[in-house]
């Protein structure tokens, strides 16, 4: 099983890497299942301006577009980083997906978010953009509220995810959820390719 954690948001002095950190460190308690970090730092896509990728499935712009369209594209599933800015999420992330479609196509997403109301705008409009993509968006999330946040700002060590510690059982609800899913999903996905 692979599973993504998409950090999506690209921003000098993001706290999306505190998050990054906790959330991989966190998953290491599962056997059997490799976890890998995609960074949009790492992926620099030039702005959206190409063929609806719904109707050129895997047919890329460039190097670069083919280079993220492949990464995603071997996961069973992901959990998104979405940072909430001005009600919504980061326009980095909407770009990096408007670049590829048939690569999320019938698999689960599950996200983490932060902001004034735990990301909660953020990731309810990622769920609507999930659907369109044929993804399975799900129910649980992990939400980042000022009483996480801010402590967590104050942290010098960006590595310490102990002030993260109460929400830690919605990332296992989040996680055990994801992989019940990306189990089924592939399990389905690999029958009717076959």
């Given at each position: 099983?692979?599973?993504?954690?998409?950090?999506?948001?690209?921003?000098?002095?993001?706290?999306?890497?505190?998050?990054a950190?906790?959330?991989?460190?966190?998953?290491?308690?599962?056997?059997?299942?490799?976890?890998?970090?995609?960074d949009?730092?790492?992926?620099?896509?030039?702005?959206?301006?190409?063929?609806?990728?719904?109707?050129?499935?895997?047919?890329?712009?460039?190097?670069?577009?083919?280079?993220?369209?492949?990464?995603?594209?071997?996961?069973?599933?992901?959990?998104?980083?979405?940072?909430?800015?001005?009600?919504?999420?980061?326009?980095?992330?909407?770009?990096?997906?408007?670049?590829?479609?048939?690569?999320?196509h019938?698999?689960?997403?599950?996200?983490?978010?932060?902001?004034?109301?735990?990301?909660?705008?953020?990731?309810e409009?990622?769920?609507?953009?999930?659907?369109?993509?044929?993804?399975?968006?799900?129910?649980?999330?992990?939400?980042?509220?000022?009483d996480?946040?801010?402590?967590?700002?104050?942290q010098?060590?960006?590595?310490?995810?102990?002030?993260?510690?109460?929400?830690?059982?919605?990332l296992?609800?989040?996680?055990?959820?994801?992989l019940?899913?990306?189990?089924?999903?592939?399990?389905?996905?690999?029958?009717?390719?076959?």
């Open positions: 099983m692979h599973i993504q954690v998409i950090n999506g948001t690209t921003r000098e002095g993001r706290f999306s890497e505190r998050i950190h906790w959330v991989l460190g966190f998953a290491k308690q599962y056997d059997g299942v490799e976890f890998e970090l995609v949009l730092r790492d992926h620099p896509l030039p702005f959206f301006d190409g063929t609806a990728p719904m109707w050129t499935p895997r047919q890329y712009a460039n190097d670069e577009v083919a280079r993220f369209g492949r990464t995603v594209d071997r996961a069973d599933g992901y959990i998104v980083l979405a940072a909430e800015y001005n009600h919504g999420y980061s326009a980095v992330l909407k770009n990096a997906m408007d670049w590829t479609y048939a690569e999320w019938r698999k689960p997403v599950s996200f983490v978010g932060w902001g004034s109301v735990g990301g909660a705008r953020a990731i409009q990622l769920r609507q953009v999930a659907v369109e993509f044929e993804m399975a968006p799900l129910r649980h999330a992990v939400h980042i509220a000022p996480l946040y801010l402590p967590a700002l104050e010098p060590d960006p590595t310490d995810s102990a002030v993260f510690a109460p929400a830690e059982p919605f296992k609800l989040l996680t055990d959820d994801l019940w899913w990306a189990g089924a999903l592939r399990t389905a996905r690999t029958r009717d390719a076959a």
